[in-house]
């Protein structure tokens, strides 16, 4: 008789959205209420998709904890998930609600629109984190204690949750915004000090309620606002890590933009992969932000 195989253990859980993607892009410049010629694409994506897509090319195994619906996309985003070596045992799968999907307009000169629809991973609510708490990744009395990608995409009431919850006190928390519009369901990370926080320079300034012109500068605000670490981005001029230890800056790459969207959560996937290798910080950062530049330019972050 043939045993069942044992599920695999992952490196890191990847915990958000996961949906289709539709980019429609133009290489030439955009305005409101441009129509252009340009490429359509339908792809796996999401803030914990993109992130744990990005690890998985670094070498990790990630599993993810999101809602994806029992209809056709969502039998096709599974299928997807496991080309890309991703575990998938533990998704929590909805008989009525629908799989998400995010759309995008990119022009030469940047995102021109764009309008997330996660609200099925909005309904789900805390059953997708059901295997932290049932004993298939952890429980009550043993809780996970590897690292964890947490996406703005949850409500601001389970992210709360999330930080207080016993489930997690063991847990590496590396955080980020689903996008600016969102920035503010990361602060009880701030009121908590809990996590690594990765933002650019836009979601900062919500956060803080200031207005920045450089990523020290919000990096050092959002430490006395309660971060217990931060990275803020600010896109080609400058990124920052801050903590306890000080701030370090540096320049990205100058490099050609060919696409946008995805381009944060690469930086994450890459910075989390270049600690796990034990780079100490200023090289982490360097490594996250070359990683991001490929991937802005159009080749894979490797």
Wanted: glycine share 10%; charged share 20%; net charge negative.
């Amino acid at each position: 008789m043939t045993q069942a195989p044992h599920p695999q253990t992952p490196a890191i859980l990847c915990i958000g959205s996961v949906l289709w993607d539709i980019i429609g892009r133009c290489t030439s410049e955009m305005q409101r209420g441009s129509d252009m010629p340009g490429r359509i694409t339908r792809l796996p994506g999401g803030v914990a998709m993109n992130i744990a897509m990005t690890l998985s090319r670094f070498g990790m195994t990630p599993a993810l904890l999101t809602a994806v619906g029992r209809d056709p996309e969502g039998d096709e985003l599974i299928h997807a998930c496991g080309h890309f070596g991703l575990i998938t045992d533990h998704i929590y799968r909805s008989e009525d609600l629908p799989t998400d999907r995010y759309m995008a307009v990119e022009g030469a000169n940047g995102l021109i629109a764009a309008i997330a629809d996660a609200h099925s991973l909005e309904a789900a609510g805390d059953k997708i984190l059901r295997p932290l708490s049932d004993g298939s990744l952890g429980t009550q009395a043993t809780p996970y204690a590897g690292q964890v990608a947490l996406d703005g995409n949850l409500t601001l009431s389970l992210l709360d949750d999330i930080v207080a919850s016993p489930a997690f006190a063991k847990a590496d928390l590396r955080v980020a915004p689903a996008s600016p519009g969102k920035a503010e369901r990361l602060r009880p990370f701030l009121t908590r000090t809990r996590g690594t926080l990765y933002v650019n320079l836009e979601e900062a300034g919500i956060l803080c309620q200031a207005e920045f012109t450089d990523s020290e500068t919000a990096a050092t605000a959002m430490l006395d606002r309660g971060a217990a670490r931060v990275l803020v981005t600010d896109g080609g001029a400058s990124a920052t890590v801050a903590d306890a230890e000080g701030a370090i800056t540096l320049r990205p790459p100058r490099v050609t933009v060919a696409r946008v969207t995805g381009a944060g959560d690469t930086f994450m996937a890459a910075h989390i992969v270049a600690e796990a290798r034990g780079e100490d910080r200023k090289t982490a950062l360097a490594s996250a932000l070359k990683a991001a530049a490929t991937y802005v330019s159009g080749e894979p972050p490797l």
